[in-house]
């Protein structure tokens, strides 16, 4: 018996536009599973890894290598996802998913408020990480104009040695 896609059904879905839909959906499925509706939705849609890359932001390598890994972060699948979707002529923000795996009102809009927050969480570490970088660059700067003063006071040290010995 022929194994079927978890999102199978979202492949041809005319409603599949946006956060209502691909957030609770694809963001709590296991990265596996949507990374193969991802590239099964390219196919269908005759979507290139250039035009991808271009709309989602994300680097040609990396979608070229989306096959060969089941662990991409879910900052990354999120712009992808979109991506998707426009390409295809969807519209992102749209309507909720009529066939959606059953979630409350209430555990779709903790979902999609988690996923806002994880997109803001990243964008903060990528901010403090860029900024620990800048620090630790004006540390070393420090440091090595440190070390050339203490050659220079070595120097001096040394020059007046000689100049007491003689």
Not at 5 to 10: G, L, V, Y
Not at 15 to 20: D, L, P, V, W
Not at 91 to 96: A, D, I, K, M, P
Not at 152 to 160: K, T
Request: overall charge positive.
């Amino acid at each position: 018996m022929e194994e079927k896609m978890r999102f199978e059904k979202c492949l041809t879905c005319p409603s599949i536009r946006g956060k209502q839909c691909a957030g609770p959906n694809f963001m709590t499925a296991p990265t596996k599973e949507v990374v193969e509706w991802m590239i099964a939705f390219q196919k269908l849609n005759g979507i290139t890894n250039s035009q991808w890359a271009v709309a989602s932001g994300v680097p040609k390598g990396t979608i070229d290598g989306l096959k060969k890994r089941d662990d991409v972060r879910h900052d990354t699948i999120y712009p992808l996802i979109k991506a998707l979707i426009e390409l295809a002529g969807g519209v992102w923000g749209g309507e909720t998913c009529p066939v959606a795996v059953s979630v409350s009102s209430e555990q779709r809009q903790e979902i999609l408020r988690l996923t806002e927050e994880n997109l803001r969480l990243t964008d903060e570490l990528k901010n403090a990480k860029e900024a620990n970088e800048r620090s630790v660059n004006d540390v070393k700067g420090r440091t090595k104009a440190i070390y050339a003063l203490f050659a220079m006071c070595a120097g001096l040290v040394l020059l007046l040695l000689l100049l007491c010995l003689k």
